[in-house]
């Protein structure tokens, strides 16, 4: 069974990294587009899909699927671990801040310029090299 959920953990992994990368890449393009136009009504049901239908579900699943191998690995006392889930928190924060900004977008409300948005869309790309440095290379 560990193989299995090591593997779900690992798709699930990959399906939330790829949303956290296109979303505000998707927010660039957003921008550009203007809001009231066709273009920002697409964008509108993009984001929302990818979020709904893709990102939610990956990131439970991360979450649900990494804490059950670390307490099968009985890894919770290991300071690569603490080092891991902080970085995964974050993450989540990142998510959780791409969400909102869904919704300001679905609203018309947004302030922020696509410039702003290509710098966010680096944050989830150092998380993610902290995070496989960590798995991978155990450096603590």
């Known amino acids: ?11 699930s992994m ?4 790829a949303g956290m990368l296109y979303l505000p890449r998707l927010f660039v393009y957003h921008v550009e587009a203007g ?3 066709p273009q920002s009504e697409t964008f509108k049901v993009m984001e929302r899909r990818l979020l709904r239908a893709i990102m939610n579900p990956a990131m439970i699943a991360v979450w649900i699927t990494g804490l059950w191998l670390a307490y099968e690995g009985g890894w919770f006392r290991d300071g ?13 924060g990142c998510h959780g801040f791409l969400a909102a900004s869904t919704r300001r977008f679905a609203n018309d409300a947004n ?3 696509s410039r702003y948005f290509r710098v966010v869309n680096e ?18």
Do not use: D, N, Q
Request: charged fraction near 10%; avoid cysteine.
């Open 1 to 11: 069974m560990y193989l299995w959920i090591k593997a779900l953990h690992v798709i």
């Open 14 to 17: 990959v399906a939330w990294m």
């Open 35 to 37: 809001p009231r136009t």
């Open 80 to 92: 690569w671990l603490h080092g891991k889930i902080l970085l995964v928190v974050l993450l989540s």
């Open 111 to 113: 302030v922020k310029s």
């Open 123 to 140: 944050i989830p790309t150092v998380l993610l090299i902290g995070i496989v440095i960590l798995v991978i290379v155990k450096p603590f």
